[in-house]
């Protein structure tokens, strides 16, 4: 049984995958994995594959003994779409620790629990897709969390590629900038000091993942959509990080 799993698959990024992965693959199964089940059965209900919606709370743990209960012998895993996550804007203190826990159990120890049950059943050709982001390429001090969490993710990828060459597994980072997603719900910006001046500029997912798409069937380890997140990219490699957070900083305001 060939199949695509995709985490995060009720909005935003996962929900577009979903959508471009059954327009152009033909599948036994794509497997829908969130925590909002009627929002799962009505993008089932979209698709031209069979749809297998597997309500699950990444924050627990016993999510992934029941993921993996649904695997079996006969299946192959095409695709892994990691692309549950979220992000809150504040510093240390305006972040509850819980908060700031959740984030890390989401963004880095979820991701890489469903990679690692995932990957013993996959392929030659099979393909992993990490949800990372523009903030991967440099510490952002008012948004810390989030993007060292996506840091974790940019390095953790990169290396999985290099252990799963052999395999001939692909795994592929992607690096979007603002998009507009249901994201912007969770970053409570109005409640913190220092929140971005404007979100621009401002993609939509369906070019994201159409991008992501065809540089993972590429095999290319990164993903970068738009000409702003490029140039973040450029930036990190060339000047000092302390200038770079001077410049993020200067892209704030000052709520209160």
Request: hydrophobic letters at 40%.
């Amino acid at each position: 049984m060939r199949i695509a799993v995709i985490t995060g698959a009720s909005s935003g990024i996962g929900r577009e995958f979903v959508k471009q992965i059954d327009a152009s693959e033909k599948l036994d199964e794509i497997w829908l994995i969130s925590r909002r089940e009627d929002k799962l059965n009505q993008l089932a209900a979209e698709l031209k594959n069979k749809a297998r919606v597997i309500a699950l709370d990444l924050l627990d743990s016993h999510s992934f003994e029941v993921y993996k209960e649904q695997l079996n012998d006969n299946t192959e895993v095409r695709y892994l779409v990691n692309a549950s996550g979220f992000g809150y804007m504040g510093d240390w203190s305006e972040i509850s620790n819980e908060d700031q826990m959740r984030m890390i159990d989401l963004n880095v120890k979820a991701l890489v629990s469903m990679t690692n049950i995932t990957i013993p059943y996959m392929k030659k050709g099979s393909m992993i897709i990490h949800m990372g982001s523009g903030s991967v390429f440099n510490p952002l001090p008012y948004f810390n969390i989030y993007a060292s969490t996506k840091s974790f993710v940019r390095h953790y990828s990169r290396g999985l590629r290099e252990e799963l060459k052999s395999l001939g597994i692909h795994v592929t980072l992607i690096c979007p900038g603002w998009v507009r997603t249901e994201f912007f719900d969770h970053t409570n910006s109005s409640n913190v000091r220092y929140s971005p001046k404007k979100y621009t500029p401002m993609t939509e997912p369906h070019d994201v993942v159409r991008v992501a798409l065809k540089h993972a069937k590429r095999n290319k380890p990164l993903s970068i959509y738009g000409w702003f997140t490029k140039l973040q990219h450029v930036l990190g490699k060339l000047l000092p990080h302390s200038l770079i957070m001077c410049m993020w900083k200067g892209m704030l305001k000052e709520n209160k």
